[in-house]
């Protein structure tokens, strides 16, 4: 039978979910209705509507629990992590001064029209996130931050000009999938110049995993949440090896 799961709430595998989604109707109790059936449709039962609100004429948003009646068998699901041993920001320096014997060159965009910095900033600024120092503040580490909006060319001009280590690429705006066909055109720009295996690349980003980052050419992929240590890390370790 294997290892099946269901959603938890209130007692395990109560298959209590909670779901929230817009539909193009006005809100009342037709909209409310439509709800209740569409998440019915998608097998979640007991529906119950917590929140109906309408954002814009002729949009309604709601939040919606209800119990979802699919299981999964856990031990059947794959998934991969960036394999690697965590450092610290002390440990870090102290490998690349005892290791590597130079200073590590990175540089790191968001790339194509994606004006958004959040996630780059968060690894690369010398405040860092949730505590943990970003890359600028590390002695033994170049950073280099070029912001956001920035050309595949140009990232991997700076990545030449400064003899990277590492290229960080950080992507938000994910609409039509923007993230993947930027993405892609960074790791076909290198492949086309001859110098992929010249750096480590690496992604980030809310709607990546590492499964989908070496699916499309990058050497790791990090999710929400990742702090600057772990981005450190892996480059680190990657450069010991070599």
């Known amino acids: 039978m294997g290892n099946l799961i269901k959603p938890y709430g209130d007692t395990i595998d109560d298959g209590i979910v909670q779901l929230s989604f817009t539909l193009p109707v006005t809100n009342g109790a037709k909209a409310k209705k439509a709800a209740e059936i569409y998440a019915n449709n998608l097998k979640i039962e007991d529906?119950?509507?917590?929140?109906?609100?309408?954002?814009?004429?002729?949009?309604?948003?709601?939040?919606?629990?209800?119990?979802?009646s699919v299981s999964i068998d856990y031990d059947s699901v794959k998934a991969s992590e960036v394999s690697t041993e965590f450092y610290d920001y002390y440990e870090i320096n102290s490998l690349i001064k005892?290791?590597?014997?130079?200073?590590?060159?990175?540089?790191?965009?968001?790339?194509?029209?994606?004006?958004?910095?959040?996630?780059?900033?968060?690894?690369?600024?010398?405040?860092?996130?949730?505590?943990?120092?970003?890359l600028e503040r590390y002695p033994e580490i170049n950073a280099t931050n070029l912001g956001s909006q920035v050309t595949c060319e140009e990232l991997v001009e700076s990545a030449l000009k400064n003899g990277s280590?590492?290229?960080?690429?950080?992507?938000?705006?994910?609409?039509?999938?923007?993230?993947?066909?930027?993405?892609?055109?960074?790791?076909?720009?290198?492949?086309?110049?001859?110098?992929?295996?010249?750096?480590?690349?690496?992604?980030?980003?809310?709607?990546?995993?590492?499964?989908?980052?070496?699916?499309?050419?990058?050497?790791?992929?990090?999710?929400?949440?990742?702090?600057?240590?772990?981005?450190?890390?892996?480059?680190?370790?990657?450069?010991?090896?070599?």
């Open 165 to 242: 280590d590492a290229i960080l690429v950080s992507q938000t705006v994910t609409q039509k999938d923007a993230h993947i066909r930027n993405f892609t055109e960074l790791i076909e720009l290198l492949e086309a110049e001859k110098i992929r295996k010249q750096f480590l690349v690496i992604a980030g980003g809310p709607r990546i995993t590492n499964d989908l980052a070496i699916e499309l050419g990058y050497d790791a992929g990090f999710g929400a949440g990742t702090v600057p240590s772990q981005v450190a890390s892996y480059i680190v370790t990657c450069l010991v090896k070599e």
């Open 47 to 68: 529906v119950t509507i917590a929140h109906a609100e309408e954002i814009a004429e002729g949009f309604t948003y709601f939040v919606i629990f209800g119990k979802a």
């Open 98 to 134: 005892e290791k590597i014997n130079r200073k590590v060159n990175v540089v790191g965009a968001s790339i194509g029209t994606d004006a958004h910095t959040v996630g780059i900033d968060a690894i690369m600024n010398m405040k860092g996130y949730d505590g943990d120092y970003g």
